[in-house]
């Protein structure tokens, strides 16, 4: 894509108005007055529709006090803040010139009857702000996945490290009972040397 579209694409509305010759519409155009801003509604028939892309536009012609007066929109313009559908007109030409030399009721279309009065929008572009909680929600459960292998490896960490406790916990257990066994056998010897000394003692004074 060159330079030019790429930048022409990205100031293209998402949605414009579905615009037919021979209707009557309402356009809603937002006026700057100094620093006050403000919309002016401008209502007519349109009478044509030129250019393409980012050039788009559409005219508007109405009758204000006998004096006929045309206005031009561009289709993308930021400013055009929408456009209402008020009437369906008949129109067999492209552009209905025609009407610039009719007065009174004859400078206006034919109404198309039985006519369902609805704006409707042709889409030019996607709207990506909308994909952006789709995305968020694609995310959500890879994040899920992260916490729960971190407390995997939390709870692995943890017993890991009470069996190396109790590895080293059952060491000192052995020797301690070791111990025990040690002193109550000196404590055994000794109580036994005591009762020979004793016995030793009682045979000599019976000798003597």
């Given amino acids: 894509m060159d330079i030019i579209k790429s930048i022409e694409h990205e100031q293209l509305k998402n949605k414009i108005p579905d615009l037919k010759v021979g209707?009557?519409?309402r356009v809603h155009q937002r006026i700057k007055e100094g620093n006050r801003e403000r919309i002016q509604v401008f209502e007519g028939i349109i009478i044509k529709k030129q250019g393409g892309g980012l050039n788009a536009t559409f005219t508007v012609r109405k009758l204000a006090y006998g004096v006929g007066v045309e206005k031009t929109f561009l289709v993308h313009s930021p400013l055009v803040e929408k456009v209402e559908l008020v009437r369906v007109?008949?129109?067999r030409r492209a552009k209905l010139y025609y009407l610039r030399d009719r007065i009174g009721k004859a400078a206006k279309t034919k109404e198309r009857v039985g006519a369902r009065i609805e704006d409707k929008e042709i889409v030019v572009k996607e709207d990506i702000i909308?994909?952006?909680p789709a995305q968020e929600v694609a995310e959500t459960p890879v994040e899920t996945v992260e916490v729960a292998e971190t407390m995997e490896e939390a709870k692995t960490e943890e017993v890991a490290t009470?069996?190396?406790e109790e590895k080293a916990?059952?060491?000192v257990?052995?020797?301690t009972t070791e111990e025990a066994t040690a002193s109550e056998e000196t404590q055994a010897e000794?109580?036994?040397e005591v009762k020979e000394?004793?016995?030793e003692a009682t045979d000599e004074e019976s000798k003597k």
């Fill in 130 to 132: 909308e994909e952006a």
């Fill in 162 to 164: 009470e069996t190396v």
């Fill in 89 to 91: 007109g008949k129109a």
């Fill in 173 to 175: 257990a052995e020797t």
């Fill in 190 to 192: 000794a109580s036994e």
């Fill in 23 to 25: 209707n009557t519409v």
């Fill in 169 to 171: 916990e059952a060491p």
């Fill in 197 to 199: 000394e004793k016995t």
